[in-house]
């Protein structure tokens, strides 16, 4: 349940962290079987910056959590459907908002209710937040080559959180999953 906790930053979800001074990530605390267990990371190629987030649960998720990753992926998918040069930043944020409402998620969807973030994504290169941001009040056309990580995240306040998250380039005609690693929830 960590997962579930809220963030210090603009983020959609925290951490308990390894101390109240900087309550993000992980904690000392064991994990549990059957909890979602997300795993956000980051890597480094020749200077350039990935990021990508991967589920996994000891055992098998209650049913809630698999829904919730099950609706993460649809938005994912959504928005990615819409990635072209010329496409707007924020009419994609707002598009996956109202897909995570028909999906039953208004309250939950990128962060706990009343704390949601504000992007459905952010630009990563030489650094791992950049230009562009998927976002709300961020209204500006993507490019060819821009490169950004999406990430829809639900997060249950005091339960749990899941996602999924891939860095994409745009293409000429759509966009590139650079991080293409499997997409299901890895049970150990």
Same mark, same amino acid.
């Given at each position: 349940?960590?997962?579930?906790? #809220? =963030?210090?930053?603009?983020?959609? +979800?925290?951490?308990?962290?390894? =101390?109240?001074?900087?309550?993000?990530?992980?904690?000392?605390?064991?994990?549990?079987?059957?909890?979602?267990?997300?795993?956000?990371?980051?890597?480094?190629?020749?200077?350039?910056?990935?990021? *990508?987030? %991967? +589920?996994?649960?000891?055992?098998?998720?209650?049913?809630?959590?698999?829904?919730?990753?099950?609706? /993460? %992926? !649809?938005?994912?998918?959504?928005?990615?459907?819409?990635?072209?040069?010329?496409?707007?930043?924020?009419?994609?944020?707002?598009?996956?908002? %109202?897909?995570?409402?028909?999906?039953?998620?208004? !309250?939950?969807?990128?962060?706990?209710?009343?704390?949601?973030? /504000?992007?459905?994504?952010?630009?990563?290169?030489?650094?791992?937040?950049?230009?562009?941001?998927?976002?709300?009040?961020?209204?500006?056309?993507? *490019?060819?080559?821009?490169?950004?990580?999406?990430?829809?995240?639900?997060?249950?306040?005091? *339960?749990?959180? #899941?996602?999924? !998250?891939?860095?994409?380039?745009?293409?000429?005609?759509?966009?590139?999953?650079?991080?293409?690693? *499997?997409? !299901?929830?890895?049970? #150990?």
């Amino acid at each position: 349940p960590t997962g579930g906790i #809220v =963030s210090q930053s603009d983020s959609p +979800m925290g951490g308990l962290g390894l =101390s109240p001074a900087f309550p993000v990530g992980a904690s000392l605390r064991p994990m549990k079987a059957h909890e979602p267990i997300v795993v956000d990371f980051g890597t480094c190629y020749h200077g350039y910056q990935a990021d *990508e987030t %991967r +589920m996994f649960s000891i055992g098998k998720m209650n049913d809630k959590f698999i829904d919730a990753y099950k609706a /993460c %992926r !649809e938005i994912h998918d959504a928005a990615l459907a819409e990635v072209r040069p010329g496409a707007d930043c924020e009419a994609i944020f707002l598009n996956s908002v %109202r897909l995570a409402e028909k999906l039953g998620y208004k !309250e939950s969807y990128l962060g706990p209710p009343g704390l949601q973030t /504000c992007f459905l994504g952010h630009g990563i290169g030489l650094e791992l937040n950049e230009f562009p941001f998927i976002a709300q009040g961020l209204a500006y056309p993507l *490019e060819q080559g821009m490169t950004f990580a999406l990430e829809p995240k639900i997060v249950f306040a005091g *339960e749990g959180a #899941v996602g999924i !998250e891939n860095t994409v380039v745009v293409t000429g005609d759509g966009c590139e999953i650079l991080t293409p690693l *499997e997409q !299901e929830i890895f049970e #150990v």
